[in-house]
Nanobody, 122 residues
Framework: QVQLVESGGGSVQAGGSLRLSCAVSEYSSRNYCLGWFRQAPGKEREGLAYISWSGTITYSDSVKGRFTISKDNAKTNLNLQMNSLKPEDTAKYFC????????????????WGQGTQVTVSS
C-alpha cells in the first residue's frame, strides 16, 4: 500500500517562505504521478504542482513562479518550496500519488497524505 506523510507546515507572515515535504516510497515515486494540492475552508481542492513519472513538471497559474516542486535524489521525498507566500495561500496542503497524467495534471483515484496546515498572516 502506498503511504504518504506530509511535514513542514506552519505559520508564516506574508512574503515569507515554507518548505513542505512528503515522504513517499521509491516504488510510488517511479510508478505514480505525484502532486501537491491544497484545500481552504469552504473551497474546492486545488491542484498546485505535479511531477509525472517521466519527470515532467507543471504548475497551476496561482503558484507558478512562487512555488517549486521537486523530488530528492533518492526519490523518497516530494518537496514543495513555497516563496512569496500570500494570505490567500492559507490552506491545508496535501501530497498525492495518482495513477494518471492528462493535460499536464495528475489524475485518477490514488493515494493521499493526511495533510499539513499552512497559515499565512498579513
Amino acid at each position: 500500500q502506498v503511504q504518504l506523510v506530509e511535514s513542514g507546515g506552519g505559520s508564516v507572515q506574508a512574503g515569507g517562505s515554507l518548505r513542505l515535504s512528503c515522504a513517499v516510497s521509491e516504488y510510488s515515486s517511479r510508478n505514480y504521478c505525484l502532486g501537491w494540492f491544497r484545500q481552504a475552508p469552504g473551497k474546492e481542492r486545488e491542484g498546485l504542482a505535479y511531477i509525472s513519472w517521466s519527470g515532467t513538471i507543471t504548475y497551476s497559474d496561482s503558484v507558478k513562479g512562487r512555488f517549486t516542486i521537486s523530488k530528492d535524489n533518492a526519490k523518497t521525498n516530494l518537496n514543495l518550496q513555497m516563496n512569496s507566500l500570500k494570505p490567500e495561500d492559507t490552506a491545508k496542503y496535501f501530497c498525492a500519488a495518482l495513477p494518471g497524467w492528462s493535460g499536464g495534471v495528475c489524475v485518477g483515484s490514488g493515494y493521499w497524505g493526511q495533510g499539513t496546515q499552512v497559515t499565512v498572516s498579513s
